[in-house]
Every structure is written in C-alpha cells, then in structure tokens.
C-alpha cells in the first residue's frame, strides 16, 4: 500500500509562498486520486486540492483556488502543492493522502477526508504570521 512522506513547511510571513513535497513509497499511477488536506488547530481536516496521477486532472477547493498548484512528477514518486499569497487561516498541518476505497476517484475527494482516504503521512506543518 502507498505510504506518503510530506516536507516542505515553515513559517512565513502573509503573501510569501512555500512548496509542499509528498513523496509516495510506490508509484503514483497505483493511486486513482491523491489529495493535500490540512488541518487546523481545533479544526477537523479538509481537503485542500487533489490530482489524478493517471492524466495529471486536478480539483481544487474554495480557497485554494488561484493561489495554490498542485503537479506531480512520477519520476520522484512527489505531489507537489504550490502555495502562494499565504495567508494566517492557511495555517495548519498539511498532510497527503490516498483515495483506498473501493470506487476511488477525485469526487470523493470533496467528501469526508476519512471516508476513503489513507496512506496518511505524518504532516507537515506550516505557520503564517501576519
């Protein structure tokens, strides 16, 4: 089964921008949809932006929209997530993770993180200061 390592976080300050890295222990094509989510102090976890690695397709939630990228290289095994224009609520723990359920595909990425994602890595955090 996959097994996803994130790096890439820090501290910034509002409006800089920082690249996450998700490194897969197998290839990527053995994933329908992988996903960035985060999590925030207090918060529940919510998904941020996801890709199909068959074809490169992405979705991306409200917020992400615009100010976050999401690409892969196969090559490496790495989702990146992109994210520029960093603001204080993006502050949270970012983690990768797999879609493992029986129908897996991108749509169930707007659903409950949970539900049929797994594979989670131990997270990676990001602060941004105003």
């Known amino acids: 089964q996959q097994q996803f390592k994130e790096s890439g976080g820090g501290s910034v300050q509002t409006g800089e921008s920082l690249t996450l890295s998700c490194v897969g222990s197998?290839?990527?094509?053995?994933?329908?949809?992988i996903g960035w989510f985060r999590q925030a102090p207090g918060k529940g976890r919510e998904g941020v932006a996801a890709?199909?690695?068959?074809?490169?397709?992405?979705h991306y939630v409200e917020f992400a929209k615009g100010r976050f990228t999401v690409s892969q290289d196969n090559s490496k095994k790495t989702v990146y997530l992109q994210m520029n224009s960093l603001k204080p609520e993006d502050t949270a723990m970012y983690y990768c993770?797999?879609?493992?359920?029986?129908?897996?595909?991108?749509?169930?990425?707007?659903?409950?993180?949970?539900?049929?994602?797994?594979?989670w890595g131990q997270g990676t955090q990001v602060t941004v200061s105003s």
């Open positions: 197998t290839s990527l094509y053995t994933s329908a949809c």
């Open positions: 993770a797999a879609d493992v359920s029986a129908f897996p595909s991108c749509r169930n990425f707007y659903g409950d993180p949970y539900q049929n994602f797994a594979s």
């Open positions: 890709i199909v690695p068959s074809g490169g397709r992405t």
